[in-house]
């Protein structure tokens, strides 16, 4: 399938609508906080490739303790570069889900089973 173009399914999810759990202020805070984590804190990895990516983009790595230190700059410009919509494709095309844009989905998150539990059985 590599190198193939195949037309999207879009006739799943919902149009329209949209769920929005936190206010706009919520989020800024959250996104905030994230980045004086990520700065201050940062991001632990055992991979080579990963800590020599970065250390490439000029991002604080600490070779000793596997550290990198991610920049509010870096994040803001990762963030500006996203897109705001992206198919997520299925193995054969029946189900791939066109994110954003006015599509609305639930689901339990890709994972294999639910994270439900009923204690009392």
């Not at 990895?45 to 800590?51: A, K, P, V």
């Not at 994110?99 to 009923?118: I, N, Q, T």
């Amino acid at each position: 399938m590599l190198g193939e173009l195949r037309v999207v399914n879009t006739a799943f999810g919902s149009r329209g609508g949209r769920l929005d759990v936190l206010s706009p202020s919520e989020a800024e805070r959250i996104h905030a906080a994230s980045l004086v984590l990520l700065r201050d804190c940062g991001i632990r990895s055992e991979s080579d490739s990963i800590l020599q990516v970065f250390r490439k983009a000029g991002v604080g790595v600490d070779t000793r303790s596997r550290v990198i230190r991610v920049t509010r700059d870096l994040v803001e410009t990762a963030l500006g570069t996203a897109p705001k919509e992206f198919v997520l494709y299925s193995r054969d095309g029946s189900r791939d889900l066109p994110l954003g844009a006015d599509r609305v989905y639930f689901g339990v998150g890709g994972s294999p089973e639910p994270f439900l539990w009923d204690h009392d059985l």
